[in-house]
């Protein structure tokens, strides 16, 4: 999906031979697909839906996804949290959090690289995730946003709305998709 910056990559082998199967991408905006965070966390990416939930592979694939996150300073504790149902029920108990980043063990059940603006995430198994942020004790954490100006003509008169969004492509092409829906 590279209008919102996602994508999924599954090597050669990934699967056994001979056996096929239909994978997918999505990014999913509605509030229900997002979990409910405490008031001292903050989401830092789209959450990304790769299916079908459940599908494992012989081979890590990789689900590449921007986030908004400033790790120019070290303040934050940043979570990747997934999701095995492909429909919101309604539930925050369904969202878990598989790992803290930077805090891996060759045990967890997925790999995680962030650079400065994307998140890299090596997984045996397909489902929703997305990362979920939150400053360390003591410290402060810094997202990076843009600031999107969007303008119209009204008559005689040019409008402009002034938006303020997490700086990465989703959340960008998410921001556009909405104000041309409403016209």
């Not at 999924?8 to 990934?14: G, I, N, R, T």
């Not at 938006?163 to 959340?171: E, F, I």
Request: net charge negative; with cysteine.
């Amino acid at each position: 999906l590279p209008d919102w910056g996602v994508s999924l990559l599954v090597p050669k082998d990934a699967l056994q031979p001979g056996y096929m199967e239909d994978v997918f991408l999505a990014v999913l905006l509605e509030p229900r697909d997002l979990p409910s965070l405490s008031s001292s966390q903050t989401s830092l990416s789209p959450v990304v839906l790769a299916g079908p939930p459940g599908l494992s592979f012989s081979k890590p694939v990789v689900i590449s996804f921007g986030h908004s996150a400033c790790l120019q300073q070290d303040g934050w504790e940043i979570g990747v949290y997934h999701c095995d149902s492909i429909f919101s029920e309604g539930s925050e108990q369904s969202w878990v959090k598989l790992v803290t980043v930077g805090q891996e063990s060759p045990s967890c059940p997925i790999l995680t690289h962030l650079d400065f603006s994307s998140c890299f995430l090596l997984t045996d198994f397909l489902s929703r995730f997305c990362l979920v942020g939150q400053s360390q004790p003591g410290q402060r954490a810094a997202r990076n946003l843009s600031v999107v100006m969007l303008g119209r003509k009204h008559g005689q008169e040019l409008l402009l709305e002034v938006h303020l969004t997490g700086d990465n492509q989703a959340s960008l092409h998410a921001l556009l998709r909405t104000r041309k829906k409403m016209g």
